[in-house]
């Protein structure tokens, strides 16, 4: 079973910047894709961003231009560095893997969550 340990979270002010990190254990990091999901109280998982094992990415429009993911295959590890955060981007951020992009979509049955990493974005 995959073990997913998000950090990075904290409390910032709109314009400033974070960045998440995910370290997977028990799983082949590097033939897998990676994607960061944000949860808001009320509301569905959010996929915010995805990386393929061949490094290809895609954003949601709400964070595209100022999110960028990237992973460290040697370290197990897959970053998201957010700029210019808004109050909307508050939320609990997650990071999940799956063998393609499709199988990261939210709708999705998930072996297992880290315990995320909050992000609040004060106005």
């Known amino acids: 079973q995959v073990q997913l340990v998000e950090s990075g979270g904290g409390l910032v002010r709109a314009g400033g910047s974070l960045r998440l990190s995910c370290t997977a254990s028990g799983s082949i990091f590097s033939a897998n894709a990676m994607g960061w999901y944000r949860q808001v109280p009320g509301k569905q998982r959010e996929l915010v961003a995805t990386i393929t094992s061949d490094y290809s990415t895609n954003y949601a429009d709400s964070v595209k231009g100022r999110f960028t993911i990237s992973r460290d295959n040697a370290k197990n590890t897959v970053y998201l560095q957010m700029n210019s955060l808004k109050p909307e981007d508050t939320g609990v951020y997650y990071c999940?893997?799956?063998?393609?992009?499709?199988?990261?979509?939210?709708?999705?049955?998930?072996?297992?969550w880290g315990q995320g990493t909050q992000v609040t974005v004060s106005s």
């Open positions: 999940n893997t799956g063998r393609n992009v499709a199988a990261l979509l939210p709708q999705r049955i998930f072996a297992s």
